[in-house]
């Protein structure tokens, strides 16, 4: 144990000196990235709170906006990425394509193909972003692998094979950079993976820990699925990057659902970690502590989306908090220090919601696709608002006489039937985050599952899967302008500034089938007044 600590502190002291010389961002520019007017991590900052500090869109004028450039080089996977902007350089991925682009006229740098070594792990996931530090970017790719490109050429650095696609793992989610660790886990909970989360060296990709979601035989929380064989507990993907509290070191990480989904029988108990978020030390993958929304799930009721970290008076006392989504449609607010829940609030409808799945068919609302889905809200401190996307689209689940597992295939123990396409909707609600009290709802004739901007200048930015991407005034919801991109909107929707200019970026193209969206290839639209 001895030996693995002094190895540990040895790499980082050699990769922190290795590093003196080359470009950032830095740990320091990351630490600070809530007052950067760039784009830095996923959700702009490591508290994943998506807020910028720009003022010149406003909604006085945010109507003139404009399309500046359009880069439509990409491909034609699902868009669900989200773009960073540093020192002028818009960097994209998709599911095996990463691309940098001067961020204010598309202006291609380079672009960088990963052929694939091994099958998908899991055709049902693709890529959701990149993470960059001290001139490397890092990915995930759906054949398990893990790698580094230099910032400034896109040269390949190092590759891992970090999952096991094997085993049906595939690394969609945008991972943390942070000291000289690469954190990261593997989604796939509906192929019947043993989820993970686990940390890597941004040196050259070797392990250095990790935290299993799915507790292994003798670990803390397998009690939790009674007598369930070890090989037969499984689900626990990651979905999305987890926050992280700079100033204690702690990752906020959302965990996936149980599997199979709707048949539980067969894992009696909670089954943690799922539909948990997990507080792990981000330097060692210690177990801090744990909240499970939805225990013994029955329904996919995931956490799916980051968690936003901020501090705010509740009750007239001053309170570090925890923001979870869930598929289950309801918002819920955490005490970081005493893990009180505060509130809980559901923002789309709930019917038969405590009703397990039958053989004979439960209609339910959150369905499937309901409640959170991957991206993430906007928390704005100065207005104590909270602006949500969510899912309304209900249907049918039924569950199956027994479980039937076989590799490669999804893992349901059941189906689920989806009311038609119609009758599928989708809110931005905006709360009063410090109260949970419903301030403002924007209805979408589709479900909305883009992530939420806000800014300084009371202008949020978002997307739907008609294909609009939307400017709304942060105090109402009035929508300020609207632009056909040409293909859905379900990833970043970002907002920065280059030489003093403040633009919109937003990527654009095509959903899951299932969704039943405008189809669109991978493009990415910039935005800016005149």
């Not at 709170?49 to 990409?74: E, F, H, K």
């Not at 959701?128 to 692998?145: C, E, H, Q």
């Not at 204690?248 to 599997?259: D, Q, T």
């Not at 829940?341 to 339910?364: H, K, M, S």
Request: glycine fraction near 10%; hydrophobic fraction near 40%.
């Amino acid at each position: 144990m001895k030996a693995t600590v002094l190895a540990g502190i040895l790499g980082a002291l050699l990769y922190a000196a290795a590093v003196q010389a080359q470009p950032g961002p830095t740990q320091q520019d990351l630490d600070g990235a809530a007052r950067s007017t760039e784009w830095l991590l996923t959700n702009h900052d490591y508290a994943g709170v998506r807020y910028v500090d720009l003022d010149q869109i406003t909604p006085q004028n945010a109507g003139s906006l404009r399309p500046l450039c359009m880069y439509q080089g990409v491909d034609l996977t699902r868009s669900l990425s989200n773009p960073l902007v540093y020192h002028g350089i818009l960097y994209l991925t998709t599911t095996y394509t990463t691309v940098a682009l001067d961020a204010t006229n598309c202006k291609v740098r380079w672009r960088h193909e990963w052929k694939p070594k091994a099958k998908d792990g899991n055709t049902s996931v693709k890529n959701r972003g990149a993470a960059i530090k001290d001139g490397r970017l890092v990915r995930g790719t759906m054949d398990g692998y893990l790698l580094a490109l230099d910032l400034e050429t896109g040269r390949l650095l190092w590759q891992v094979q970090a999952a096991a696609p094997e085993q049906y793992e595939a690394l969609n989610m945008p991972p943390i950079l942070w000291q000289d660790l690469v954190i990261i886990g593997p989604a796939g909970s509906e192929y019947g993976i043993q989820g993970w989360i686990g940390a890597f060296s941004l040196a050259d990709g070797s392990p250095r820990w990790r935290f299993n979601t799915i507790p292994r035989e003798g670990e803390p929380g397998a009690a939790t699925w009674g007598d369930t064989a070890a090989a037969l507990r499984r689900g626990g993907g990651i979905w999305t990057v987890p926050s992280l509290d700079v100033a204690s070191g702690l990752i906020y990480v959302p965990v996936g659902n149980p599997a199979p989904d709707f048949f539980a029988a067969d894992r009696p108990g909670t089954n943690l970690y799922t539909n948990a978020v997990v507080v792990l030390d981000a330097a060692t993958g210690a177990l801090k502590w744990h909240y499970q929304a939805a225990p013994h799930d029955t329904h996919d009721w995931d956490l799916p989306v980051t968690s936003p970290l901020f501090t705010a008076k509740v009750g007239g006392r001053t309170r570090n908090l925890l923001t979870l989504g869930g598929k289950d449609g309801m918002l819920r607010l955490l005490d970081r220090d005493t893990h009180e829940e505060i509130y809980a609030v559901g923002v789309t409808t709930r019917l038969n919601a405590e009703v397990d799945p039958t053989e004979q068919g439960v209609y339910t609302c959150p369905g499937l696709l309901g409640g959170f889905e991957w991206s993430a809200p906007a928390y704005d401190a100065a207005r104590d608002l909270l602006v949500v996307p969510s899912v309304d689209w209900c249907g049918v689940f039924k569950r199956d006489d027994e479980p039937r597992y076989v590799g490669g295939q999804v893992f349901m123990g059941g189906s689920f039937s989806y009311d038609p396409v119609e009758k599928s909707h989708g809110w931005l609600t905006a709360v009063r985050a410090s109260t949970g009290e419903v301030l403002w709802k924007y209805p979408s004739s589709r479900p909305m599952v883009a992530a939420v901007t806000a800014t300084r200048g009371s202008v949020l930015f978002t997307g739907e899967l008609t294909g609009d991407v939307l400017a709304l005034d942060a105090r109402d919801g009035r929508v300020l302008y609207r632009f056909n991109a040409g293909g859905s909107v379900t990833g970043g929707v970002i907002s920065y500034a280059v030489a003093d200019r403040q633009y919109v970026a937003v990527v654009s193209g095509m959903a899951a089938a299932m969704w039943q969206a405008q189809p669109g290839s991978a493009t990415l639209i910039i935005f800016g007044l005149p």
